[in-house]
């Protein structure tokens, strides 16, 4: 079986993106690169072949909610999440921290031993351990798995982040000690917590470097609100992070100028949910060559009725299968009217525009074209 590993491909004279690839036992995730989320063991709306149709390299699970459906016993049957889905390359899985913490009725009660917390589907209860994320993942069988995590929302009082920032560590240390003992094949990211205090990044990322966790991932509010507010909290840290190691933004935000902001500070792979979940709103990604800018946030929502009568496809520049295929017209339809092929073909778009702004960053680190790709991408209006 391929090992998991990291090989920088060529680095920007000027910014710290990076172009590499992660090696794992299910194929290479060439980065920069975007993870679908599959939280249920599905990209809403979207089969494997439509995922692959989207040039998706890779996708993330959710532990939380395969943990309590269908249960880790079936999916350890399946041998993991990405057979039971059928999907054969690359997978990661988050560790169920954030859902324990920020799940609408769960009612977390955290002790240093553990999350206590409530179904959000029947209300029984159950404790997640550091250990027992491990365990629970080891079942889902990813390749690149998450340290467990105490996130806080930033507002939170200080005492109470200060708290859960050491608990965390402690947390990251268990999951470490823990992923050891079971010999697991898989690569274990510790999570860099802190919000935006630039001493306790530091200190979390340090302590993550110390351990020689196999990559590190960014985790927090902060990482997921604003594009400044995500480049603020990655400047805290980015001369810290080494050259041998990926780096996961857990549920970055900011649109096209987050993730260009974050890969020019070292990011090498995100996730996020709202590419898929504003498909199937509606909200649907255009090219700066379709009128796409910084203040339109590179999208606009064809549920508006202009777009009725649209022969056009979505962006006259994307070559994905549904703009290849369809009118702006008909997607427009299938969305007011509630048709489920709708989120599907929307679905497809979204993440086939997201893929290949991938390819185009890539391709732009590898001519040492970054910063002319990103001005041509930010600064138009
Ligand atoms: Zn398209």
Redesign the pocket.
């Known amino acids: 079986m391929k090992k998991f590993g990291f090989k920088i491909i060529k680095k920007d004279e000027k910014t710290k993106a990076r172009s590499a690839v992660i090696h794992t036992a299910h194929g290479d995730i060439k980065t920069p690169a975007f993870s679908p989320v599959a939280t249920k063991a599905s990209v809403k709306s979207l089969d494997p072949n439509d995922i692959k149709l989207t040039k998706s390299q890779v996708v993330l699970g959710n532990t939380y909610h395969l943990y309590l459906r269908p249960g880790t016993k079936i999916i350890d049957d399946f041998g993991g999440f990405a057979p039971f889905m059928g999907w054969s390359g690359p997978t990661i899985t988050d560790s169920g921290g954030y859902q324990v913490s920020f799940l609408r009725g769960v009612k977390p009660k955290i002790t240093d031993k553990g999350a206590t917390f409530r179904s959000h589907i029947d209300g029984s209860k159950h404790l997640i351990t550091p250990e027992s994320s491990m365990e629970i993942q080891k079942s889902l069988n990813a390749d690149i798995i998450m340290a467990f995590d105490q996130p806080l929302p930033s507002n939170a009082p200080e005492k109470k982040k200060k708290e859960a920032f050491i608990r965390t560590l402690k947390w990251e240390e268990r999951s470490f000690l823990h992923w050891k003992k079971i010999k697991s094949t898989q690569a274990l990211f510790g999570i860099v917590q802190g919000d935006l205090d630039k001493d306790l990044r530091r200190e979390s990322l340090k302590f993550i470097l110390d351990f020689d966790f196999p990559g590190i991932a960014l985790g927090g509010e902060s990482i997921g609100v604003s594009p400044q507010i995500t480049s603020q909290t990655l400047d805290t840290i980015v001369d810290l992070l080494p050259d041998d190691k990926p780096v996961h933004a857990l549920g970055l935000g900011g649109g096209v100028e987050g993730i260009l902001e974050s890969i020019e500070r070292g990011v090498d792979i995100f996730d996020n949910t709202s590419v898929t979940r504003m498909a199937r709103t509606g909200l649907l990604f255009i090219y700066p060559e379709d009128g796409g800018t910084r203040q339109n946030k590179f999208r606009y929502d064809l549920t508006k009725s202009k777009f009725k009568d649209n022969k056009n496809?979505?962006?006259k520049v994307?070559?994905?299968y549904?703009?290849q295929n369809f009118s702006s017209s008909y997607i427009h339809h299938l969305l007011v009217s509630n048709e489920i092929l709708g989120a599907r073909l929307a679905t497809?778009?979204n993440i086939?525009?997201i893929n290949n702004l991938m390819d185009k960053i890539r391709n732009s680190i590898e001519n040492s074209e970054f910063q002319v790709l990103k001005s041509h991408w930010l600064n138009r209006s």
């Open positions: 496809p979505i962006s994307c070559n994905c549904t703009c497809i778009h086939t525009f």
